[in-house]
């Protein structure tokens, strides 16, 4: 017979086993954030909870939502091994995926991570998750310190994540390489959707990051987008004069409209007896297929059906985060900017073509500034009270004027918002 | 060098590590209820799983369904600091918000709770949560011993809950006033939707509860809610002798008809050598806008386009639950009414108008009382099995007389139903 | 006063309360599987992830698309008392169930399982999840060797769960009789969706495994489906000769077309110096009421409202999945064939009807056989890449010719699909 064990003989049998049972317990992290907020708008702003303005008490005016701008749930999976799992469902009160019904649960990410088993030197990934182009991209919607990405970035990249597979480079922590960082793939080019056709667009993203000293940190960032959106009739529009030609070669037909995008990033940051000082930017060039009234990229289950207007566009944001000393307190200033058209400007926009037969350009033409300015209060690691104004101005034309004041593009539109928000995250 | 651990040391260290560990883990809660059940209605009767009643072999008569009537995952993150959140998955065959697919799953409930550092006096919630309203409607569906909410209650509040604000306000366990809770705040009032006016309803709700002796309990509570619907249409409709009289001044549309509710609840309980005596019970009158074929609360993603009509109602519920003895079972009886339409009774619903020009009132005048009657088998802590059959009594009147069987309220609808559903909470 | 713990003693009742907790923790399992794809087919294929093939640079010809094929969590509530709960969920970029938008989370089982509590002989099982017929229904999708379930599975009992309670008894594992068991119910016929008509569907299998020494393993199963389908028309056609006749008889309108199923499955497994080698098969025939053009079952939330046409048919499937010796390889070769109408064949179908007035057969009549050819690498116990290339072949018939390729199946049609798929679980 055995020798019975001792009292912490039984003791630390019991605690090898709860140190197994942990360990797998700990492999699935659930993670996730809720954002409920109160939000302000001019009359002809677009607010990001609620319907939209109507008519109240006889009067379109400035109105007021409140709703949950982002429920997250994320499941990630990494017991260790090679490969790590992620899922993350969004759980709002109104859909954000076009065509969905209100408080619907929807996939945000899922993808599968596998690393090479020598020295993670090589990573793959596949799946829906970030598109690797700049920072402003993947950085985490729990941390933004504006209430939203800049409108170039929402424009470009509706819903962040894209259908797709990337290889990640980066040299092992030890390597004098290890500051630099690669990310590149091929995706379906069509948001949080299912793909629509065999086109697959290229995304890169190639980063430095380093630090100085112990209080100061700074990253730099190249980016390249090459894709190409589906011509969903021959009637394909390019810029001349100040105005779009049409070529209507019936070939154009279910070929691909060049999207090329171009992008710098870079990000800054350091301590100081003022508290910590965080700058970041982002500047966005290139070409992008769109329709007469829209220059958004594809956000939908099928291919595009109406005319290609193809525009050169350009764009970039700023933004400054000083914490102030050591109090939980932070300023925030953002500035952004969107041009979706560059060859026309101001009272071009809209005109009368110079070029014969020539269609005039129009409101999705015009420029967006954004000047934002808040604060932030850290009430302790999981939750933070934002607060956010933005004076949104939009380029003017004398050839967009109207004497219905949300149609008149010879005035800066009614679009500011001020937006109250909780952050908490776990 | 340093002197190694004992044994005994070494266990006391990864102790230290489990504990760590074992608090964050413990710091998600997720809980959950699944409800399957078989249900049994006569004709016309309005089941809570499955599809409406067709005809079958040339005949549409009573008839049976089986489905999963509530299907929940709740995440719950309290970590012992100040704020918790909690998100709550909808998760059934038949989706219960109006216009959404089967099978999908929806948010129930998705917030933000932030105590006051000091003593928990004073909290505020954020998000989507239940009304403050009385006392049915937050208490959990999952320990419910009637298979549904009373009928006052799903008219008045679908969904149970609402996008929106509260503060929660009770004096620390040790002071006197412990006993006395107010929670209040304003809403959407569009239940799990998203909000689609500036205007917030308010919901308020004080109670108080104690202890008598070690055996018996009671809770005592008044609610009020002072919210507005908006005017789709000029043409707004008030009662006035027994028909609804039309008021179209242009200036009604886009404005706010007043909704207002009333509350008083009761509860009480105490044990016996019988066994638990539980006793609860609630009044609510005031007034509701609605349509003409409906009394429902707002429950939809965009402003209501029907022409209003201002109703006086009131309803109630009383419930007995009695245990039997120490045995795993109890017997359940709840009577409830609902009146949409108080100024008018019988005969007179329905009758040509007395003031001239007026609309006739119709069916959905009718107060409905429903009688049920049933039993529960506590078979563990997790496990219920509940049966429980519902005599559905309607208002008549000679006024709404049909020779079709299913539309002739001059006679009791056959809207009887019975219940054989498993509740198993985890 | 109490005297104070030693030190060991003092470990000792930490590491109790760690035990209570783990054992709590360790009673909600989550689990899941994500498996993105990249699928080419030819040009007339049916790919599972993305959209269809579409016309490209003035060509529809072979196609590729990327897309997560399943995305699954699933939560299993198991505190080793006599009732489990589980929910799981559907997370993928495309939602399969027919008229649900893109990336919304589905439910895609939910269910209750209640043990006897003396000796776990008999279960109950109630709420939406696999049918109890044959073996590939509730084969893992984690685990499947083929990229897809037979296309007679696919076809007969679409979403692989329907909604009902079923009963499955197997003896003790003391006891001679534990290799015999079986599970049987009734169930709504209906898939993911809601019950729509009072008549249910019973499903029952039997089934016999067990091991011959210590290398190999045996199972035997027999499995009756006998339901109805409900007939939205008074037109029932039934095949005559190479035709279907029409009974247009008044009461054949909400009456139920017989739907029966039997079913034969073996397994047999075992292991040699040339590694594991796995066969399964499983024969179908039986009766299959359907439409003119598919044979698909029920998977709505309405009931059907075409003309009912009853065909017999059957199906089988072989595959053998042999892995190489030690190594993480393994082959896999499957066959599958569904003859959905057994009456006619070849040139049969298409031709003009020899019975007077009768309807002709068309190409929902043809038989499909699919030879399928794959490998697997287990990368890991949670990680494995497969590769998989299937040729199906359609019956040809001369009568079914057409000028247009995709419409013309007196040839092959082009419908090859080849998969890659990287499987992860955990």
Redesign the interface.
Known sequence: QEEEAT??EQ??Q??EV??G??SK????K?S???Q?Q?QWGQQDAGLK???GN??????KSA??????RR?R?K?T?D?G???T?V?Q?N????SN?S?????????KE???N?KDPWNGTLQLQ???FDRPFGNEISYSSSLLESPERSRIIQTLFPEEVD???KLILQAAKTSPWNFLKFEGG?F?GNA?????????DFIGHLTATNVIGSTAKWGLGASYYNGGV?QGTANVYTMAGNGFVLNSDP?N????AKREYFGLDGQFSFESPMGMTQLRTEYIWGTQPGSNSSTGSPNA???PTTDTYIRKMNGWYGILVQDLGQSPFSLVLKYDSYDPNTKVKGDEIGATATVAGAVKTNKADLRYNTLGIGGLWR??P??RLQVFYENVKNEKSANLASTTRSSDFSRDQLDDTFTVR?Q?K?
């Open positions: 009292p912490l003791v630390q019991k605690v709860h140190d049972a942990i317990l700990n492999a699935l659930i996730g954030y809720v409920p109160w909870v609620g319907g109507v008519t109240e008490n006889d009067n109105f007021n939502r409140f709703g949950i429920g749930i499941f999976y017991d091994g090679i490969a799992g899922f469902l759980i709002v009160d109104k995926a065509g969905v019904s209100q408080a619907v649960v929807q996939l899922a993808y599968l596998v596949a799946g829906m259908l797709g597979g091929w379906a949080i959707n299912p793909e629509t056709n065999n086109r697959k589906y070939n037909l279910s070929k691909y289950a099928a291919n009430i302790n999981a939750l909780l908490f776990f």
